[in-house]
């Protein structure tokens, strides 16, 4: 399987001498707003994994009935909400401003 398709063909085809380096130009956009989303995706997965073990610590302090590991858990717990939430909106309004065409899309059959 290639790596070019259709897309990338149009993008040369708008190419011209006024514009040399257009599909360069379109490419390297490309990029630099592809990383900073991977990069902000990252973050937030790191963030749902921060959430989830504190959400298990907290469960499991409340379990043993520990008051003062509940405490510490839940507000370790509202301070990764913050963080994952800051994350996700940073995530959101860098997808807003690439535009649609760089949405995700799932595979087949998901």
Excluded at 14 to 34: H, I, R
Excluded at 70 to 82: A, D, I, V
Aim: net charge negative; with cysteine.
């Amino acid at each position: 399987m290639g790596y070019l398709d259709e897309q990338f063909c149009q993008i040369e085809d708008l190419q011209d001498e006024a514009s040399p380096n257009f599909t360069e130009e379109v490419v390297s956009l490309f990029f630099k707003n592809s990383t900073r989303l991977m990069t902000n995706i990252e973050q937030a997965i790191i963030g749902v994994s921060r959430m989830k073990n504190e959400c298990t610590s907290f469960r499991n302090s409340c379990g043993d009935e520990n008051a003062e590991g509940c405490m510490r858990s839940f507000q370790n717990l509202k301070r990764e909400h913050g963080v994952l939430r800051q994350k996700l909106e940073s995530y959101f309004q860098l997808l807003r401003q690439a535009g649609p065409a760089v949405t995700a899309t799932r595979p087949r059959g998901m």
